[in-house]
């Protein structure tokens, strides 16, 4: 049984009770959440050990925001050597979950690669294989469910499929400044112009469904009419394709598969709250996995910043996956570099909406590095901070460790300092009044 049957039973798996252990709270929590479909747990059976050396997490807006981490070769550099290292970095620096994009190199050993080494879930988006060394007008049903079929027996734990891009749809992207930026959507746009017929992968819904029950494959229904900029945000064409993705969240669902549904893209801050909440009411709650949202248009090399702040407010407002943005969105290929500088970006998103919405014991570090920055401990803050490595390096190197004041104030001016010894000096005052005079 998959996760979510398990959950409907009652029934308590390893992998609930390890996410609990995760979350700090009950395995019975966990399991009424899954078995909601407010929380899915992507954990393919055969990526689970004893197969795979997956430790399971759970995604959903009950429990902590998570953060993804895209990856992957492009026809342009392709090493899985090189993608391998970028799964480190990522999980190094925050990534609860990876997705293996590539579209250049041997796409079957790097996802092998990946998968072999991957401590977290590792989702894939099956129509980037299906068209390698053919035209996407050659895709049929054989080939589509064969790719799927291949990717799930090979442990791969979420996958993205642009089921809720109908035929209907494509007269609204004309209306658009950007078109369709999907490349799964912009793909499948393509073939059912071509051919004059429905999307292929609603239409084999349920047989896609079959083989992700069997290995226990989270759907992550992917939005093929994201908006790619502010001009396009909920627009007709992103909110058709939503309506239909809430039909085939309870599709999923019944069929016993998990589901979580991907979402925006680029959209004004303004309009983050609204997609977030429509998106629960079409989709009866199942998890959000949102790109950014990236808030403005006009800071290539920055959108780790424009995207981690719309992210921040959509993780508040409804949101339960963070995909991150990395400073080469819009410009190339992301380096290691790019993927620890997204992962932290939007880690700190993450954590800065989980503190809002007051997550039980979520604030216990702050207040820990607080209380260290209060006492000019400095080992300790190193040791409570995210990338205490970072940090330190930081740190003026002119200064001793054990210096009661940093290089921005010096000694004198040090607020803090002052402050501790003014309390010293209060508390040594009210002591020395509480000694009764000599005789």
């Not at 050659?138 to 642009?162: K, N, S, Y």
């Amino acid at each position: 049984m998959t996760q979510l049957e398990s959950a409907r039973q009652r029934t308590i798996t390893p992998a609930m009770q390890r996410v609990a252990e995760r979350e700090n709270v009950t395995s019975t929590f966990i399991r009424d959440q899954v078995g909601r479909g407010r929380v899915v747990i992507p954990a393919n059976v055969n990526h689970l050990p004893p197969n795979g050396r997956l430790d399971p997490i759970g995604i959903g807006r009950p429990i902590r925001t998570k953060v993804n981490a895209n990856l992957g070769a492009s026809p342009v550099a392709s090493s899985k050597e090189g993608e391998l290292e970028k799964l480190e970095w990522a999980v190094r620096y925050g990534a609860d979950a990876v997705m293996d994009l590539s579209t250049g190199g041997d796409l079957n050993e790097i996802r092998q690669h990946l998968l072999a080494n991957a401590t977290v879930p590792l989702g894939t988006v099956p129509i980037y294989e299906m068209i390698v060394n053919r035209p996407v007008e050659a895709l049929t049903p054989a080939i589509i469910l064969e790719t799927i079929e291949r990717h799930a027996r090979q442990g791969v734990d979420f996958m993205t499929l642009h089921a809720g891009l109908l035929k209907e749809h494509l007269p609204l992207v004309a209306k658009r400044t950007a078109g369709i930026v999907s490349r799964g959507g912009s793909l499948l746009a393509r073939w059912m112009t071509y051919h004059n017929r429905e999307n292929p992968i609603y239409e084999l819904f349920d047989d896609i469904s079959a083989i992700l029950r069997q290995y226990d494959v989270t759907y992550s229904l992917g939005d093929g009419l994201r908006p790619g900029c502010l001009a396009d945000a909920t627009d007709q064409a992103q909110m058709a394709e939503l309506r239909t993705l809430g039909e085939l969240v309870q599709r999923a669902r019944e069929a016993g598969v998990q589901v979580m549904v991907e979402g925006p893209g680029h959209i004004p801050y303004h309009e983050i709250e609204l997609n977030m909440l429509v998106q629960q009411e079409l989709c009866d709650g199942a998890p959000f996995y949102v790109l950014g949202p990236v808030v403005a248009d006009i800071f290539p090399g920055y959108d780790h910043i424009t995207s981690a702040i719309g992210a921040t407010a959509a993780a508040f407002h409804g949101a339960a996956f963070l995909c991150y943005v990395t400073p080469r969105e819009h410009l190339g290929l992301p380096t290691r570099d790019d993927v620890r500088m997204g992962c932290v970006a939007h880690r700190i998103a993450a954590h800065a909406a989980d503190i809002a919405r007051g997550l039980p014991a979520i604030r216990e570090h702050d207040d820990a590095m607080a209380r260290a920055r209060a006492a000019l401990d400095w080992p300790r803050q190193f040791e409570l901070a995210f990338d205490g490595e970072t940090a330190r390096g930081l740190r003026d190197g002119a200064l001793p460790e054990e210096a009661d004041y940093c290089g921005m104030c010096g000694r004198d001016w040090c607020a803090m300092r002052i402050t501790r010894d003014l309390e010293r000096e209060r508390n040594e005052a009210a002591a020395n009044q509480s000694v009764p005079p000599r005789e």
